[in-house]
């Protein structure tokens, strides 16, 4: 009895995995006639797309070396007349055709320097309360989104913000320490970089800590660690160099920023005596005397400016690229 | 002394609305190895890590009920208190890999803030790793970092770490699954000397490793504890169906 129903079952199963055999031959047929068909569009289509993709590419390259080529080139001129000696002259006075940018670089490392020893707490603070301790809910939500918007947020309306509260403010410290209550200056424009780099350090950075595998943190609560001495001895050495890297980027992004510090550093080019006397930056120093350029080594001049300004940039951020991407591997 | 060690009354765990763990009874003798087997999914593992409090780390997890520890309720006591008690192991090694071997051994105290002389560290970090059988294996690159180790020495590392603590009991949560047998085996035997000091809980999924290394065995089936007995008498005569079906494999 047993046998034949084994028997009637071998059988059946044959002949439905027969059947299955020839639909799925059948079906392999139909497709591969319709790709073939298929294929002649698809490839002439897909070397069209791939030369488009090939070119677009290329173009943002040759755009990047031709605006570096560009500096160079209208630089010369500046370079010939100043020489070497651009980088630490301390005298820059169009009117007699002497450029030392040695203010305006220390104004720039200034400011920068000074906003990202400002910024990092708040940034590391955002980083780990939305990577660690709150990743999901609505606050973080918010906050997540708050700290997006000042990245997208233009900078002038950042100078606008700037003249009307932090200048005040400033000056009445200024007044209760006893420098001379100017209001604008380097202070005041590091206090406005640190807020428009803060997004840069706190993104990152959040990301990061995000990326801490959870086997190494649970390690460490079942030995007792708390919440604190997890984030200190796990998730900070493990992500340091990630953190380091938002704070490279922040950095970068400091350097560069032209119209918000333009509006409150007080535009000076002497040598600021110091953090609360007024300066100005690489960045601000061409956006207000690129107008006024009224003789080609002063315009050559200017744009030197900026070719430092952009090897300056482009290094911080190649370090800062090269960190994340050994962090992330 | 008091022979039962770990003791659950009326425990129940949940993952928001999910109830994963569902009124557990169970008393856990001490110096004993006590295996927790069931399929995925039976809150096995959701138990072990409620015994620590680990449990209640992940967002929207919560329990109720008692686990006493020497008649203690751990849920009336501060979680990282009860952490120093229970130490952990868990399904896959996870030595810091920013620390030497050295420092992975001591890291419970590191992060504890506990700072101890040099000869203390040194007398603490062989003890544990011997005891963990590593320290031959070992003591001459104490100072390499320990994702240096294969993955069965890293485990051994890791249940180094807890010893280190000198917790009463020591929970496992399927220590050996990530492990290939020659090292599994290796682990099942530091079970054996490792009840002498202390008291062994060990989810595993792996029925004839529960068989090989417990005394006693509890069956968890759908969050609940079917059965609880000692492993001898478990594996031949279970008394409830399901713990039979799952015995002789007719689920999994």
Redesign the interface.
Known sequence: METSIDNNLITRSENILERVITSAKIRDAVKGIKRIKRSHRQIRAENVFRKTIVIVALLMVVLVLGIMLTLVLQSILSIKTTGLAYLWGKTWDPVQDIFGAYPFLLGTLLTSFLALFISIPFSFAVAIFLGEYYPKGWLPNLLKNTVELIAAVPSVIYGFWGLAVLVPIVRSLETKINVAPIGLGIFTSSLILAVMIIPYAASLGQSMIKMVPANLKEAAYSLGATRWEVIRSVILPYTKSGLFAGVLLSLGRALGETMAVTMVIGNTSLIPKSIFAPGNTMASVIANEFTEADHPVYLSALIELGLVLFLVTVVINMIGKRLTKKFTN | MESTIVKAIDYNAYFGDNHVVKNVNIEIPRNSVVAVMGPSGCGKTTFLRGI?R?HE?I?GATAKGKILLNGEDVMEMHP??V??KI??V?Q?P?????LSIYDNVI??Y????IKLPKAEKDKIVELSLSRVALWNEVKDSLTKKGSFLSGGQQQRL?IA??VA?EPEVLLFDEPTSALDPISTSTVEELFHELKKNYTLIIVTHNMQQAARVSDKTAFFYLGELVEYDETKQMFTNPTDIRTQNYITGRFS
């Not at chain 2, 590191?110 to 803030?113: A, Q, R, S, T, V």
């Open positions: 620590n680990m780390l967002p990282i208190f952490r120093l130490g952990m868990f896959r996870n030595p810091f890999p920013n890291a419970g590191k992060l504890n803030g890791c770490r807890a603590m």
